[in-house]
Every structure is written in structure tokens, then in C-alpha cells.
């Protein structure tokens, strides 16, 4: 076992015992990680924000019922999947029922790129740079939620195979097969970096 | 390997997932094909700018909003807790202390059963074709001899009501 997941398990079992302090200290490790991820399956937005927030307090009203055999990455990215998974049903249903619409927060995205310091001086790299990232992110939202998942746990948030495994419950084949078309999908969608890049 | 077996394994074989026969089978196909040299090599540009890319970060009031739903909730108690403590009890740690128990548990079952003598039951209705059978029944059956009048002993007087007469008058002549 790692020094992190011996810190986790550390805080899990004050959580268990009521103390409100260690669950600070987990949303403090973990809100940025998560909210990214959820940023990232969802777009940037109050949705993202809702969503991390309905993250962190379905962990704390199941945190006494958490096992020691998951390890609370796999278990808070978990939540946030199913959460994700839940939210763009709704909106799915919400938009079955109405006239097709545009994704609202896609000019909120770009002024949250466009917020990001890079610390490349070049003004032609730095806007190749801000292009390449929304072309991305925009890449990554329309994989599908499948092999989304999968590359944002294992590409962006670094998760291993075996955690990705635990999270989606698929077997380790699934889980490298999404991996390698989500990110073939993404090559050929920016390609055309690419090939002035590589 | 043809490239359409070799391109699904690219991804794999970036991350050193794929098995030692593999590495080599892709090994081997990519210093002859220059195309999937170039999409291993795109994949693996991909994949750096997927993991260089920025993270978004929470807002400035996010843990205030966070506390103060919180404060309105309480965590759900653990309603497999008696399933823990099941699984607690059979710990890894304590199975060979249960396998002991178990057996030993057996062998007081077995004592128990097998130490009993045998019940010994005497068919009343098949009579000894011989006096000495009678007698030796007779004392398996515990019957007092010595008593005044044996025709009381209900089994006796049974004897006396045999069709040949040969034990009923025996025990007369006894008397």
C-alpha cells in the first residue's frame, strides 16, 4: 500500500468515527481532481460546480458504508462518474423533449482556456497552444461517454488500468480497447496539429 | 503481423500493457511500417498533450457552499454492518483457528454417537428352540430367577403359553 492510500485510509476511519475535519481534508485533496474530471465529461460551468459539490456530499452520506477494499480515488471517481453518467441522461431526456440546443457553457469553456496561464512566450505558440487545447477539449466532449471516461481517468487523471477496472466494471480487455479508440478518435480529430507538430 | 493487428495494440504497447510476445510481435512490425510508425507516434503526441493539458479548478467559494450543505446532512449509517462483522469473524487471519474449532467440533460429534453401546432387543415372539437358549436370554433380559413365582414375569408366562408345553412345564417343575 502507498503512502497516499495509507493517508486515505487514515482519514477514511476518522470520517467513520464523525470527526468533520477529515472530510475537509479529503474535499481538499480531491476537489480539484474531481471537478476536473467532471469539467471535462460535462463542460465547464455551474453544472461542473453542482456536480462536484453532489460528489463530495454523496461520499460523505455513504463515507460509513465505504469498503477497504477500493481505494477513495477509485471510490470519489466512481461517485463522480455515476454522477456524470446521471446528469447527462437527464439532459438527454430534457433535450429529447425540446428543440435541439447548442451546448450554453461552449463560450464559457473558451474564456476558461483563455483564463489559463501558459508560460510559453511565444504569441504564435501561445495561440496554437490555446487552439490545440479547446480543439481537446471539445474532442474529448464528443467521445462518447464510454471511451470518455476511460482516456480522462487514465490520460488526464492517471489513473492505472486495474482502478479504471474498478471504476467502470468492465474487464481489463474492455477497459484497454476503449482506451485505444478513444484515443485513436482524438488523433484523427487533431490530426492536422499533428502533422505540423510531429 | 498485418497493421490491422498491430494498430490496436499501439495503445497498449505505449503504456507497456501488452505481453512480452506482443512488445515483440509490434516491435518487430514497426521497424518495417513506416505508417504505423507514424500513428504510433501521433497516438503518443496525442497522449502527451491529453495529459499537459489544464485543469480547471474549483471556484474561490466552492468549500463554503460545500459546509454549508454539509452542515445540514449527517453521514447514512452502515446498513451491512452486521455483514462486516461476519466477514470480520471469518478474517483470513482467523481461518485456520475456525478450521481447528470445526474439527474438533467433529470429533466430539462422533464421540458422542459412536461411544453408545447398542441398544440389544430380544424378539419375544421367536422363542429359543432350546432350554439353554431360554436361559441365556433370560439373563440377557435380566430376569429373576430366584423370584417365588416366575409365571408373574410376564415373558415366563408367556413361555408357559408356547404350543409344544416343553417350557411351560419347566418352570412348573422349577417351582
Redesign the interface.
Known sequence: MTAVSNADTSLILR?QD?D?AA??EI??RY??RV??YI??TVG?GAD??DL??ET??RA??????FQSRATLNTWLFRIATNICIDHQRKVKRIQSNLVPLQREDADNEED??MD?PDTRYNPEDMLLTKE??TE??KA?LDLPEKLRTV?LL???EGLA?EEIMEIVDCPLGTV??R??NA??T??KK??HY?NS?? | MKCDKIQ?M???FI?N?LSARDTWEVDRHLAECHECQ??L???K???K???D???????AD??A???E??SE?Q??????MWIKGLSRMFRPRLLPAWGAASILGILLVMMVFFNQKPIRTVNLNTFPSTEANFVQQAKVQNMAFSAVNPLEDVSIANLSAHPSGQFGSNANTSE
Open positions: 470520517c464523525n468533520a472530510f475537509n474535499v481538499a476537489k480539484n471537478y476536473n469539467c471535462r465547464p461542473a460546480d462536484t459539490q463530495f456530499i460523505y452520506m455513504n463515507i460509513k458504508s476558461v482556456q489559463i490545440l487545447n481537446l477539449s474529448l482516456i487514465h490520460d488526464i488500468y484497454k480497447s482506451l485505444f484515443r485513436q482524438i488523433r487533431i490530426s499533428l507538430s510531429v | 490496436p499501439l495503445s497498449a503504456d500493457a507514424r500513428n507516434n501521433e497516438m503526441c496525442t497522449i498533450l491529453l495529459h493539458i489544464p485543469s480547471f479548478e474549483v471556484s466552492f468549500d457552499k460545500l459546509q450543505k454539509l446532512l453521514p447514512k449509517p452502515d446498513r451491512f
